[in-house]
C-alpha cells in the first residue's frame, strides 16, 4: 500500500511547500498547533503601547513523533506480506491464480475506497480514537484468520485490514507536521518513509523464519515459537504470522489508549472538501490522467511484489520461504533505499527526465527478471524496486503541481488511486491462469508505460528546484 513513496526536499519544493508523505498517500499541508505532550510556555517578551505581549513558545512532542514512525512501523509490518505468501495461500488452498489475485483485491480496494471518508472520520472524531478504532480493525482482521486459516476468511480478513490501515495513512500524516514542528517535517518525513521501509524489508523475513522453524521444530526452541506451534495448524506454518500481526496491532490500541495527542487544526483547503471540489475537480481531463497515474503505479508496485516468489518457484524452483521471501524483502529494502538516491537526483534533474529515466531502469529490470535465467531473475525482480522507488512522490508532486486549487480534494482523488493495488495483480494472475504467469505479469509493461507516460505529457506550474537552475536564477540576478 507502497505502500507504500517518500518525501524529498526537491519533490517538496517543486510542490510549493506542500510535502509528500510515505507511500499510502499524499500529506496535505496542517497547520502546527501543539498540545498534549507538547507543552506550552508562555513568556512576556516585549511591551506595545503598554501592552504585555505574549508569545507561545512551543516545546515539540518527541514521543508523539516516535508514536508515529511506530505507527507507519506497525502498517507496512501489516500491508507488505502477501508478496511471501501467495505461493503458500496457492498451495495450501488450492486456489487459481486469479483467486490468489483477489486477496490483494480485497486488501486494496478498501484502501482506495476507505481514503476519502477516512478524512471525513479524523475531522469529526479527532486522530486518536479513529487511530485506536483502526488498529482494532487491523488485530480482528489478523486474529479472524489466525484462528480459522481458510480463503474465505482471508478474503474478509485482508478486507477488514485494509481498511484500518487507509484510516491510519490519513489519520497520522498531519501528527508528525504538528508533533516534530514544520522547521523539522522534511527530515521526518524522509526518517518515517525509512521506518515505513523497514518494516517492509523485515516482515518477509519474520515470515521466513517462522515458517522454517516451524516446519522442523528444534527442541531448544525459544517460547515464541512454542506457543505459535500450539496456536497454529501443522500443515500451515505460515499463518502463524498473522498472530504476530494481530498482538502487534493489539499492542498499538493498548499504547494509543494512554497516550495524549495534540490537537489538530485544519485550514479550509486542508480539509477533505466539499462535493462541489470534487465536482469541478472531476472536470479536469489532468485530474484524470494522474488519478491513472497514480493506479498504474501503484499496480506496478504490488504487482511486482505480490507475483515474483510465486514466479521464481513456479519457472526457476527458488524456494518461496527462503529465497522467494528474501527477493520481497529486497525488494522493498530497494524501494526505500532508492528514495536517497533519489533525493540526490532532484537536485540535479528534472523531475520529469528522473521519472522517465527511473521507469526505463524498471522496464530492463522487469524484462530481465521474467526472461532471464534463474540467477539473474532472483536479482532482476528487487532491482525493479529501486527504479520504482522515486516514482510515487515524483508524480504526486507534478500532480498537485498542475491545479490550482483544492489540493485538499486532489490528494483524496490521488489517494485513491491505490486501487490499482487492488485491480493489477487480479489481472496478473487471470492473464496468468490462461497463458502462464510469465505472460501475465507482462502487463506490468502497459502500467510502467503509462508511468512512463506522464514524463513526456506532465507540465506543471511549478518546475523542481534544481541546483542548476538556481545557479541560472543567481547568474540572471548578477547582470
Not at 86 to 111: E, K, M, N, R
Not at 238 to 246: M, V
Amino acid at each position: 500500500m507502497q505502500r507504500g513513496s517518500g518525501t524529498t526536499d526537491s519533490a517538496r519544493e517543486s510542490d510549493g511547500g506542500r510535502d509528500l508523505g510515505p507511500r499510502g498517500g499524499p500529506l496535505q499541508d496542517r497547520s502546527p498547533a501543539l498540545q498534549g505532550h507538547a507543552a506550552i510556555r508562555c513568556e512576556s517578551i516585549t511591551q506595545l503601547d503598554g501592552t504585555a505581549v505574549k508569545r507561545q513558545v512551543m516545546a515539540r512532542s518527541r514521543y508523539t513523533v516516535s508514536l508515529v514512525f511506530l505507527t507507519f512501523f506497525v502498517i507496512s509490518l501489516l500491508t507488505n506480506i502477501l508478496g511471501p505468501i501467495v505461493p503458500d495461500i496457492i498451495s495450501s488452498f488450492q486456489v487459481s491464480l486469479t483467486a490468489a489475485g483477489f486477496l490483494a483485491f480485497a486488501f486494496f480496494i478498501a484502501y482506495g475506497v476507505m481514503s476519502i471518508p477516512a478524512g471525513f472520520l479524523v475531522e469529526r472524531f479527532t486522530e486518536k480514537p479513529v487511530m485506536a478504532l483502526a488498529f482494532l480493525a487491523g488485530t480482528l482482521g489478523s486474529l479472524s484468520f489466525a484462528l480459522f486459516p481458510g480463503y474465505r476468511v482471508a478474503i474478509v480478513s485482508y478486507f477488514t485490514i485494509g481498511a484500518g490501515m487507509a484510516v491510519l495513512q490519513v489519520a497520522i500524516n498531519p501528527l508528525l507536521r504538528v508533533a516534530g514542528g514544520e522547521e523539522h517535517y522534511a527530515f521526518n518525513s524522509t526518517l518515517a518513509q525509512l521506518v515505513f521501509g523497514s518494516a517492509s524489508f523485515i516482515s518477509p523475513r519474520i515470515y521466513s523464519y517462522l515458517v522454517l522453524n516451524l516446519k522442523d521444530p528444534s527442541p531448544d526452541q525459544n517460547i515464541v515459537l512454542r506457543i505459535l506451534q500450539r496456536l497454529t495448524p501443522v500443515e500451515l506454518p505460515w499463518a502463524s504470522i498473522y498472530w504476530i500481526f494481530a498482538v502487534s496491532a493489539l499492542v498499538m490500541v493498548v499504547v494509543l489508549f494512554f497516550s495524549k495527542f495534540p490537537k489538530v487544526q485544519h485550514t479550509a483547503e486542508e480539509r477533505v472538501g466539499s462535493l462541489d471540489m470534487y465536482r469541478t475537480l472531476a472536470r479536469q481531463r489532468v485530474v484524470w490522467l494522474y488519478f491513472a497515474a497514480m493506479f498504474a503505479y501503484v499496480g506496478c508496485e504490488q504487482g511486482t511484489a505480490d507475483w515474483m516468489s510465486s514466479f521464481l518457484r513456479q519457472y526457476h524452483g527458488w524456494d518461496p520461504h527462503t529465497t522467494g521471501a528474501a527477493a520481497v524483502s529486497w525488494f522493498w529494502g530497494l524501494l526505500t533505499a532508492g528514495c536517497l538516491v533519489g533525493m540526490l537526483l532532484l537536485k540535479i534533474f528534472d523531475s520529469r527526465k528522473v521519472l522517465m529515466g527511473a521507469c526505463l531502469g524498471a522496464l530492463l529490470s522487469l524484462s530481465a527478471a521474467l526472461f532471464g535465467p534463474a540467477m539473474v531473475s532472483v536479482i532482476a525482480f528487487p532491482a525493479v524496486g529501486l527504479f520504482a522507488s522515486v516514482m510515487w512522490p515524483i508524480v504526486v508532486s507534478l500532480a498537485l503541481n498542475s491545479v490550482a486549487e483544492f489540493h485538499g480534494s486532489f490528494s483524496g482523488i490521488l489517494g485513491t488511486g491505490i486501487i490499482g493495488g487492488a485491480i493489477v495483480p487480479v489481472i496478473i494472475g487471470r492473464i496468468g491462469d490462461y497463458a502462464g504467469l510469465r505472460s501475465g505479469l507482462a502487463f506490468l509493461y502497459v502500467t510502467f508505460g503509462f508511468v512512463l507516460s506522464v514524463g513526456f505529457w506532465a507540465r506543471p506550474m511549478i518546475n523542481n528546484a534544481t541546483i542548476r537552475g538556481k545557479k541560472s536564477s543567481a547568474e540572471r540576478l548578477t547582470e
